[in-house]
């Protein structure tokens, strides 16, 4: 199933009220389907047609279905011409990823998210097993840009310890701390069997969380998930808090930091609502 921006829009409350900050339901629809604005940002619509609608959207928007793209181009256009020039044997080993000459040809070897991806000067290369989100190649062209070498802190963070990272606060909290609060409240167990299919390994010390797992999305880019299951006895609600190594910034740029979370959530729900459509 497919959610178009009427189809969305046949969902909406169609007040127009603007409590969305946009001037229409429909002009709403738009910037959800096809901009990535979270649907959540309409105040007014029922806790489980917001799930249900977060369903089919996180599906086509891995897939870059209605997305719109030229921001997305432009940004990644921009960066694929920054890292021409770049020495990627000497920037290899701080950013720990492979590097190898084929043909004549220079290329480096990223590991990201369970796969590797052989990124030349010329761009990245195409292996034609999976489609990439438009967004994936922006993160691992400015993966690359940075040319980050500096040794991780050992140290995690949130986010809010980073400067200037307000704005992006709100889009963890919505896009990726929230979603797995959602949908993991009362599955601790299938959180976990998620976690470890996306090899992450549990962290059992220094945390009050009834869950933590450590991920290597990308080589220099550790990434914790802390997770506490809802009480309902005790009236609180699920929680979760992604955190950050304290020098993630020399690796990625706050806008990197944010999509990589938000990637790692997305993996999160979809092993789980796979597993779900298998069990129907
Ligand atoms: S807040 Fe909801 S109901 Fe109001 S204009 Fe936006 S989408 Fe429509």
Request: net charge negative; with cysteine.
């Amino acid at each position: 199933m497919r959610l178009g921006p009427i189809d969305l829009y046949k969902t909406l409350p169609a007040t127009n009220c603007g409590d969305c900050g946009q001037p229409s339901c429909l002009a709403f629809a738009t910037q959800v389907v096809g901009y990535g604005h979270e649907v959540t940002e309409c105040p007014h619509l029922e806790e489980a047609k917001i799930q249900k609608i977060e369903q089919v959207l996180m599906r086509q928007r891995e897939k870059g279905v209605y997305l719109k793209k030229e921001n997305h181009k432009i940004t990644r256009d921009h960066l694929k011409e920054k890292i021409k020039n770049h020495n990627f044997k000497a920037i290899s080993t701080g950013l720990k990823v492979g590097y190898s000459v084929e043909d004549g040809v220079e290329a480096l070897k990223i590991p990201y998210f369970g796969r590797v991806v052989t990124m030349r000067h010329t761009g990245i290369v195409r292996d034609n097993v999976e489609e990439f989100d438009p967004w994936d190649e922006v993160l691992l062209y400015n993966y690359i840009f940075f040319s980050g070498s500096k040794p991780l802190r050992g140290i995690w963070v949130g986010l809010e310890n980073f400067p200037n990272s307000l704005p992006k606060r709100a889009a963890l909290e919505e896009g990726c701390q929230r979603r797995i609060n959602q949908v993991f409240a009362g599955a601790p167990r299938e959180l976990e069997e998620a976690c470890r299919k996306l090899d992450g390994i549990p962290v059992a010390d220094g945390h009050s969380a009834d869950l933590a797992y450590r991920f290597q999305p990308l080589p220099k880019m550790p990434l914790l998930l802390l997770f506490w299951d809802e009480d309902r006895e005790e009236g609180f609600d699920a929680q979760s808090k992604i955190l950050f190594d304290e020098y993630a910034l020399e690796y990625l740029d706050l806008e990197g930091l944010t999509f990589v979370a938000e990637k790692l959530a997305q993996n999160l729900i979809s092993i789980k609502t796979k597993k779900e459509e298998l069990n129907v």
